[in-house]
């Protein structure tokens, strides 16, 4: 079992930024690939971002790819998502997945998710 607590979200301005974080506990976390994904109302939830298990390898949605940056640190059990150049549309609920060691972007294959955390991006 992996528990998933995020939290940094908040209320923000257009072109402001926010750090969201994820903390972990239980399973060795060094061992899972963590997921960022992001659910606005009304839409179904979508990959935000992603690292492997060893923090060398990232990805990202092309609609955040060089605003949004992932980040892990094994030795405090957490994974963190810096978001910049932030925009109305990025407004959602982030939530943060874990799953054994490779990433992907299909959420279906994440076996751990937190509660989320709300984003809202006003203009």
Partial sequence: QVRLVES??????????????????GRTFSN??????????GKEREFVSAIN????????ADSVKGRFTISRDNTKNAVYLQMTSL??????V????????TTTPEAVHYDYWGQGTQVTVSS
């Fill in 94 to 101: 982030y939530y943060c997945a874990a799953r054994p060691r």
């Fill in 32 to 41: 899972v690939a963590m997921g960022w994904f992001r659910q606005a109302p």
């Fill in 87 to 92: 925009k109305p549309e990025d407004t959602a």
């Fill in 8 to 25: 940094g979200g908040g209320l923000v301005q257009a072109g402001g930024s926010l750090r969201l974080s994820c903390a972990a506990s």
């Fill in 53 to 60: 298990w060893s923090g060398s390898s990232t990805y990202y």
